[in-house]
């Protein structure tokens, strides 16, 4: 089983950045996604930005152009981050990483970020 852990949340005003890290247990090969979702309140939880094994990425709409994702596969662990521009009040959520390999999916604890003057 791998275990996913955020980290990187936390208050910033809107227009600022933040960088969110997830580092998995244990290094990921082969075919698999790996990326970010978010829940608001009251909202259902989205995808954010997904990366896959092969490096292709995918990005909501509303953050495209303003969000990175990217990954470091290192010899023992998988790190993937999320590079977040131009944060505006509506990005306001909490933040989960998630795996998915074949049918199986892990997720993270949730980092809380809030954006706000």
């Known amino acids: 089983q791998v275990q996913l852990v955020e980290s990187g949340g936390g208050l910033v005003q809107p227009g600022g950045s933040l960088r969110l890290s997830c580092e998995a247990s244990?290094?990921?090969?082969?075919?698999?996604?790996m990326g970010w979702y978010r829940q608001a309140p009251g909202k259902q939880r989205e995808l954010v930005a997904v990366?896959?094994?092969?490096?292709?990425?995918?990005?909501a709409d509303s953050v495209n152009g303003r969000f990175t994702i990217s990954r470091d596969s290192a010899e023992t662990k998988t790190t993937v981050y999320l590079q977040m521009n131009s944060l505006k009040s509506e990005d306001t959520a909490v933040y989960y990483c998630?795996?998915?390999?074949?049918?199986?999916?892990?997720w993270g604890q949730g980092t809380q970020v809030t954006v706000s003057s």
């Open positions: 990366i896959t094994g092969g490096g292709s990425t995918n990005y």
């Open positions: 998630t795996l998915q390999i074949k049918s199986y999916n892990s």
């Open positions: 244990s290094r990921i090969v082969g075919i698999y996604t």
